[in-house]
C-alpha cells in the first residue's frame, strides 16, 4: 500500500449492504458505475482513498412471519431528556428471520463482487486484502453487526466463516443469545445491563479458534469486560469513540480504552456526529475540529499504533465536513494541518488495521 497517490484508508465499520438490499438489485449497477446514493459508491471510494473496509450485514427489524425481508430501518424512538437523549431498546428478533436476511445480505455481496469483474474483491487474509489494495480493487471483509443469524450450536458459524466471515459483533444494540446490545443514551454510562451469555462465551472462543475479529462496538460495559476476560485476540472497537468526550452509552470509558490498549487492541473512530460531540448533536454542521479532537483523545489514551477510522458510512449522520467516501482526503487534510505527518496518518488510515488483523485472522 507504499505507492498510492493518496493514502489509502482501511475504514472499521459500514452498512452499504443494507443500503443496497433497501435500494433493490438493479442498485448494484448504481454501485459500481457510481449513481451517487448513500455515502458509498466505487468511484466515491477512488475519489477518497478508500481502500476496503468492514462491509456489514445488519439485520433489520423483522419476524419468521414476515414475507422476505423487512428493508425499513432500525425505527428507533428517541425521547428528548434533559441535556440529552434516550432510546428503548430494540427487541430481540427471530433467528429463522435473522438468517434469512444475513443469507440475503451475503449472496447479494457474492452477487455484486462478480458482477465488479475484479474491482471490488472480498477478502479473506492479510494477503488478499493487501494485494486487493494494491491492485486497485476495492477489498471488502465481510461484518456481521450482531450475531442473530448465528444459532446457539454455532452451525452458521462454521459455515459463514468459510464463506468469508471475518468479523463479528455478538450483539447490536439488542438483546440476543450471546448477550445484550447498548441501548443508544445520553449523557450515560455503557454500564446499562447484564453480559455475555454462556452462549456468548462459547461464540468468543469459536471466534479465536476460526479467526474472526470479536467486534465490541454496540455490546454494553458488563459485555466488554467478558470478552475482555476471555478473547485471546486485541481487543477492537470497530466504530466508536471517547466516553470521556462525548459521554454517550456507544462510547468507550477511559478504563476500556486502558484494557484495548493493554491487549494491542484498536479503536476506529466512527464519524456518526452525535457519538463525537460533546453535546451528542445529530448535528452535520458538526466542524472537522471535533473530529480531531477525538482522534488527539484516543490516540493519548491507546498510542498512535492503536486508532483507526470506523465511518459508519450509510448508517449514520456525518458531518458535512466529510460528506461521503469522496470527502476522506478533507479528514486527513485537517490531521495534518494539526500536526499528524505522512508516517502517522498512515498508521491511522491503514496501517494499525492491518496490523490487528495479522494479529487476529488465521492467516
Ligand atoms: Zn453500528
Same mark, same amino acid.
Given at each position: 500500500?507504499?505507492?498510492?497517490?493518496?493514502?489509502?484508508?482501511?475504514?472499521?465499520?459500514?452498512?452499504?449492504?443494507?443500503?443496497?438490499?433497501?435500494?433493490?438489485?438493479?442498485?448494484?449497477?448504481?454501485?459500481?458505475?457510481?449513481?451517487?446514493?448513500?455515502?458509498?459508491?466505487?468511484?466515491?471510494?477512488?475519489?477518497?482513498?478508500?481502500?476496503?473496509?468492514?462491509?456489514?450485514?445488519?439485520?433489520?427489524?423483522?419476524?419468521?412471519?414476515?414475507?422476505?425481508?423487512?428493508?425499513?430501518?432500525?425505527?428507533?424512538?428517541?425521547?428528548?431528556?434533559?441535556?440529552?437523549?434516550?432510546?428503548?431498546?430494540?427487541?430481540?428478533?427471530?433467528?429463522?428471520?435473522?438468517?434469512?436476511?444475513?443469507?440475503?445480505?451475503?449472496? +447479494? =455481496?457474492?452477487? @455484486?463482487?462478480?458482477? !465488479?469483474?475484479?474491482?471490488? #474483491?472480498?477478502?479473506?487474509? /492479510?494477503?488478499? *486484502?493487501? %494485494?486487493?489494495?494494491?491492485?486497485?480493487?476495492?477489498?471488502?471483509?465481510?461484518?456481521?453487526?450482531?450475531?442473530?443469524?448465528?444459532?446457539?450450536?454455532?452451525?452458521?458459524?462454521?459455515?459463514?466463516?468459510?464463506?468469508?466471515?471475518?468479523?463479528?459483533?455478538?450483539?447490536?444494540?439488542?438483546?440476543?443469545?450471546?448477550?445484550?446490545?447498548?441501548?443508544?443514551?445520553?449523557?450515560?454510562?455503557?454500564?446499562?445491563?447484564?453480559?455475555?451469555?454462556?452462549?456468548?462465551?462459547?461464540?468468543?472462543?469459536?471466534?479465536? +479458534? =476460526?479467526?474472526? @475479529?470479536?467486534?465490541? !462496538?454496540?455490546?454494553?460495559? #458488563?459485555?466488554?469486560?467478558? /470478552?475482555?476476560? *476471555?478473547? %485471546?485476540?486485541?481487543?477492537?472497537?470497530?466504530?466508536?469513540?471517547?466516553?470521556?468526550?462525548?459521554?454517550?452509552?456507544?462510547?468507550?470509558?477511559?478504563?476500556?480504552?486502558?484494557?484495548?490498549?493493554?491487549?494491542?487492541?484498536?479503536?476506529?473512530?466512527?464519524?456518526?456526529?452525535?457519538?463525537?460531540?460533546?453535546?451528542?448533536?445529530?448535528?452535520?454542521?458538526?466542524?472537522?475540529?471535533?473530529?480531531?479532537?477525538?482522534?488527539?483523545?484516543?490516540?493519548?489514551?491507546?498510542?498512535?499504533?492503536?486508532?483507526?477510522?470506523?465511518?459508519?458510512?450509510?448508517?449514520?449522520?456525518?458531518?458535512?465536513?466529510?460528506?461521503?467516501?469522496?470527502?476522506?482526503?478533507? *479528514?486527513?487534510?485537517?490531521?495534518?494541518?494539526?500536526?499528524?505527518?505522512?508516517?502517522?496518518?498512515?498508521?491511522?488510515?491503514?496501517?494499525?488495521?492491518?496490523?490487528?488483523?495479522?494479529?487476529?485472522?488465521?492467516?
Amino acid at each position: 500500500m507504499a505507492n498510492a497517490p493518496t493514502i489509502p484508508i482501511l475504514d472499521g465499520h459500514n452498512d452499504t449492504l443494507l443500503r443496497l438490499l433497501r435500494a433493490g438489485r438493479e442498485a448494484d449497477d448504481g454501485f459500481l458505475d457510481g449513481d451517487g446514493a448513500g455515502h458509498i459508491d466505487l468511484p466515491r471510494t477512488r475519489a477518497g482513498g478508500l481502500a476496503g473496509g468492514f462491509f456489514a450485514v445488519f439485520v433489520p427489524p423483522g419476524s419468521a412471519a414476515d414475507d422476505g425481508v423487512r428493508v425499513g430501518g432500525p425505527s428507533l424512538d428517541v425521547e428528548i431528556t434533559d441535556g440529552g437523549y434516550e432510546v428503548p431498546l430494540s427487541p430481540p428478533i427471530d433467528g429463522d428471520y435473522a438468517r434469512r436476511a444475513t443469507l440475503a445480505m451475503v449472496a +447479494r =455481496l457474492f452477487r @455484486l463482487e462478480e458482477r !465488479s469483474a475484479g474491482r471490488l #474483491r472480498v477478502v479473506r487474509t /492479510v494477503d488478499e *486484502l493487501v %494485494t486487493t489494495v494494491e491492485g486497485g480493487a476495492l477489498a471488502v471483509i465481510l461484518h456481521l453487526e450482531g450475531a442473530e443469524a448465528i444459532d446457539p450450536e454455532l452451525d452458521a458459524l462454521e459455515v459463514f466463516y468459510r464463506a468469508g466471515l471475518r468479523s463479528l459483533g455478538p450483539v447490536w444494540s439488542r438483546p440476543n443469545a450471546f448477550g445484550h446490545g447498548v441501548p443508544f443514551r445520553f449523557p450515560a454510562s455503557p454500564d446499562t445491563g447484564p453480559g455475555l451469555t454462556a452462549a456468548g462465551r462459547d461464540l468468543v472462543r469459536a471466534c479465536n +479458534r =476460526l479467526g474472526i @475479529l470479536v467486534d465490541l !462496538s454496540h455490546l454494553n460495559e #458488563r459485555g466488554f469486560w467478558d /470478552v475482555a476476560a *476471555l478473547s %485471546t485476540a486485541p481487543l477492537v472497537a470497530s466504530h466508536s469513540a471517547a466516553h470521556a468526550i462525548c459521554p454517550s452509552t456507544r462510547n468507550l470509558t477511559d478504563r476500556q480504552l486502558h484494557a484495548i490498549k493493554e491487549s494491542d487492541g484498536l479503536v476506529g473512530m466512527n464519524f456518526e456526529v452525535s457519538a463525537l460531540r460533546p453535546d451528542g448533536f445529530d448535528e452535520p454542521e458538526t466542524p472537522l475540529d471535533v473530529l480531531v479532537r477525538q482522534v488527539d483523545y484516543l490516540v493519548a489514551r491507546l498510542g498512535i499504533e492503536r486508532v483507526g477510522f470506523g465511518s459508519d458510512f450509510d448508517g449514520a449522520t456525518m458531518p458535512r465536513a466529510i460528506g461521503d467516501a469522496a470527502g476522506l482526503p478533507r *479528514l486527513l487534510a485537517a490531521l495534518r494541518a494539526h500536526g499528524y505527518d505522512d508516517a502517522a496518518l498512515r498508521q491511522l488510515a491503514h496501517e494499525n488495521w492491518l496490523r490487528v488483523l495479522r494479529q487476529t485472522w488465521r492467516e
